[in-house]
């Protein structure tokens, strides 16, 4: 199966919009409500602010591609575009998703193993992120990869605030 993971360009932005709707629906819309959903991708996945996104010196998307179809993304964050100071010396994993039609395919692993390749490549000794405290596959999927529950912070889906684990990965 050839894998390719490219970073994403300016020029790729409705398209990175359309993957970001489309795998957040999938992965939230059954335990949120339309109206709490709709508030948060509206604001979130605005073409204008994905755009800006992009431009950040300090973050950088990905599209991984499993047999040259788009099969999900990451964004990582390090140093001032880090949405929170939660470890020294240490790269953020923002966003990651896979389409619900390449799950259990190693995509997911992938992504993370090329956001640890960037953290040591840039000399980072952690890496962390955030998972919604009701998302149990992601849970498991992280604890099985080697990240710790630290800490906690509020995430508001519209107006429903919601709990999200903060996990981190010390590297060697």
């Given amino acids: ?30 335990q949120n409500t339309p109206e709490n959903m709709e508030a948060y991708v509206s604001e979130a ?13 300090d973050s950088t998307f990905f599209f991984i591609y ?13 140093d ?3 949405t929170e100071d939660i470890a020294e010396n240490a790269l953020e994993i923002e966003r990651i998703y896979v389409d619900k039609a390449f ?23 952690s890496v962390w992120l955030g998972v919604w405290e009701k998302n149990e596959p992601a849970l498991g999927f992280y604890k099985k990869l080697g990240f710790q529950q630290v800490t906690s912070h509020s995430f508001w889906m519209g107006d429903d605030e919601q709990t999200d684990l903060i996990m981190v990965k010390t590297l060697k």
């Fill in 80 to 82: 001032q575009a880090q």
């Fill in 45 to 57: 996945f605005q073409l204008t602010k994905l755009a800006a996104e992009l431009q950040r010196p």
């Fill in 103 to 125: 799950k259990g395919q190693g995509l997911g692993k992938r992504l993370i193993a090329k956001a640890i390749t960037i953290a040591q490549e840039k000399n980072k000794s």
């Fill in 66 to 78: 499993t047999e040259d179809q788009l099969a999900g993304y990451l964004k990582v964050n390090i």
């Fill in 1 to 30: 199966m050839a894998i390719q993971i490219k970073v994403i360009n300016d020029l790729e932005v409705k398209k990175l919009q359309k993957l970001s709707l489309q795998t957040f629906n999938d992965t939230f819309s059954a």
